[in-house]
């Protein structure tokens, strides 16, 4: 049975490069270099890359970069977008839950829910994050955004899902307090204009559980702070106003 982000991602990747939240990718990548010492030397490996917005902005700084995702009709964008560039990126098909990778990146990167947070268990997420760590080598960077819950749990749920709900286009819209999981039924065109009924399911995290989660993956050091597109920094503090979270983590 095909998943909910499965048919979402098919036919869908010009359409995903105009959304608000996809706008800030130079800023993003700035921040990404200035983390990692603008070392050209570093491998980059990008879980859930998508269109490859971030991968072909390092690729064309100088960085070897690795991309992989679920969606071939996402690759086959990113692509594109590599070629029209003049950069080579290595883009691969595969499932973000099954990782073969071991030490060979120094940076592993999952923005903009890059597949984690979108998975049906908290297991499966897990298995997303156990996989970017075992792909890093020993002092390698991990950089993650991933939705805040405390976000939804500083509004009135009610406030919550109604500042979520577009009136033709969502209906059903739940936040279940206890799995802090956001479920809710859209109507969304395609590349093509044609409309697709998706079942959503997305998972909200805990800063804590962030936390907990990747110090069980031997990361040595765990930073979280607040999340705005194009706008990645270490000066502005987690708050229940932000949305998402940008996580700063390191290997051993």
Not at 10 to 33: L, P
Not at 45 to 55: F, S
Not at 154 to 162: D, L, T, V
Request: aromatic share 10%; hydrophobic share 35%.
């Amino acid at each position: 049975m095909r998943q909910w982000y499965e048919t979402l991602f098919e036919n869908y990747a010009r359409t995903y490069d105009r959304e608000e939240f996809t706008q800030g990718t130079v800023q993003e990548t700035d921040f990404i270099e200035q983390e990692i010492g603008f070392d050209k030397k570093k491998r980059i490996l990008d879980i859930g890359c998508g269109t490859g917005r971030h991968a072909v902005e390092l690729a064309k700084r100088g960085y070897s970069v690795t991309g992989i995702d679920l969606s071939e009709s996402q690759l086959n964008r990113a692509r594109e977008k590599a070629l029209e560039a003049g950069v080579t990126v290595v883009f691969e098909q595969a499932d973000a839950r099954q990782l073969k990778f071991s030490d060979e990146f120094d940076v592993a990167l999952i923005l903009c829910e890059g597949g984690f947070s979108l998975m049906e268990t908290d297991e499966m997420n897990y298995l997303i994050l156990q996989g970017a760590a075992r792909a890093l080598k020993n002092g390698g960077f991990f950089f993650l955004t991933t939705l805040n819950a405390l976000f939804p749990l500083a509004h009135s749920i009610e406030e919550f899902i109604n500042e979520n709900t577009v009136e033709g286009k969502t209906s059903g819209h739940q936040f279940n307090v206890i799995t802090l999981r956001d479920t809710s039924t859209i109507n969304i065109a395609d590349d093509n204009g044609q409309i697709r009924t998706l079942h959503c399911n997305e998972r909200y995290y805990m800063p804590s559980e962030i936390n907990w989660m990747l110090k069980s993956l031997h990361f040595s050091t765990v930073e979280i702070f607040g999340c705005q597109v194009g706008n990645f920094t270490r000066n502005k503090p987690l708050t229940p106003h932000d949305y998402e979270m940008l996580v700063i983590a390191k290997t051993a």
